[in-house]
């Protein structure tokens, strides 16, 4: 059975994607002082920031492990690919991460100085800011709920799933679903992706991100997003 502390994580859960779908905006607790007013990316930045995010994850896909993303598990994924998504792509930076210029590649976000700060800047629980953040306070603190169909997810949403005493994020890469295994070795990073189709039909009906699912709270977006 569930802890009583699981429990009451999922039914806060619960109530931020009732509130959310009642068109209530959603408030973090722990955001406090100047990060009430968090900058935001405009619509065109912001698809700009997916372009990249997903390009960065196939990038991890395709080559396997990178030394850059150091923390490999499903939050550190986010946190590895929002950072590097946010930070200046030159040829130094693609060298770095092994992505070809013979590729066509998203535009530049041409970040304000504030927008840029964005990077390594999340919202832990307890309100502290820093360069780490669990997958629950992913969702919790640094993204909004969407909704629980998958129809309504965008490049770069997050899918969140509570299993109780753990928590799991996937990332929408469109056609397909990028996840950590939880696994790594030497030259495995643990990345994975599924098409959409194969995971809502998942053997273990934990894992299909539908509505009927006790454990899929739903799909988030960053909420420096617009």
Same mark, same amino acid.
């Given at each position: ?10 039914? /806060? ?10 068109? +209530? ?8 002082? &100047?990060l009430q007013q968090q900058v935001r990316l405009s619509q065109e930045q912001s698809r700009a920031f997916q372009g990249w995010m997903l390009r960065i994850i196939n990038a991890q896909l395709?080559?396997?492990? =990178? &030394?850059?993303?150091?923390?490999? @598990?499903? /939050?550190?994924? *986010?946190?590895?690919? +929002? ?17 070809? !210029? ?9 970040? !304000? ?11 832990? =629980?307890?309100?502290? +800011?820093?360069? $780490?953040?669990?997958? #629950? ?7 909004? $709920?969407?909704?629980?169909? *998958? ?5 770069? @949403?997050?899918? $969140? ?10 990332? %929408?890469?469109?056609?397909? #679903? /990028?996840?950590?295994?939880? !696994? +790594? ?16 039909? %998942?053997? @273990? !009906? ?10 899929? /709270?739903? #799909? ?7």
């Amino acid at each position: 059975m569930a802890s009583r502390h699981a429990m009451k994580r999922r039914m /806060a859960l619960r109530v931020l994607a009732a509130a959310c779908t009642a068109a +209530v905006a959603p408030r973090a607790h722990a955001l406090k002082g &100047p990060l009430q007013q968090q900058v935001r990316l405009s619509q065109e930045q912001s698809r700009a920031f997916q372009g990249w995010m997903l390009r960065i994850i196939n990038a991890q896909l395709e080559q396997g492990p =990178t &030394p850059r993303w150091q923390h490999r @598990d499903c /939050a550190g994924l *986010v946190r590895f690919a +929002v950072n590097e998504a946010l930070s200046p792509h030159d040829a130094k930076w693609l060298r770095a991460n092994g992505i070809a !210029t013979d590729r066509r590649l998203p535009p530049e976000l041409d970040l !304000t100085g504030e927008q840029a700060a964005l990077r390594n800047r999340w919202v832990q =629980t307890g309100g502290q +800011v820093g360069h $780490f953040v669990t997958a #629950i306070a992913l969702v919790q603190h640094n993204s909004k $709920f969407i909704a629980r169909e *998958v129809s309504q997810a965008q490049p770069g @949403d997050l899918l $969140f799933f509570d299993q109780g005493d753990e928590q799991h994020l996937m990332v %929408w890469m469109g056609a397909r #679903i /990028a996840y950590h295994t939880g !696994t +790594v070795t030497t030259d495995d990073n643990g990345l994975r992706a599924v098409d959409i189709k194969q995971l809502m039909t %998942w053997k @273990d !009906t934990r894992w299909q991100p539908v509505a009927s699912n006790p454990n899929f /709270a739903g #799909i988030f977006r960053l909420s420096f997003l617009s």
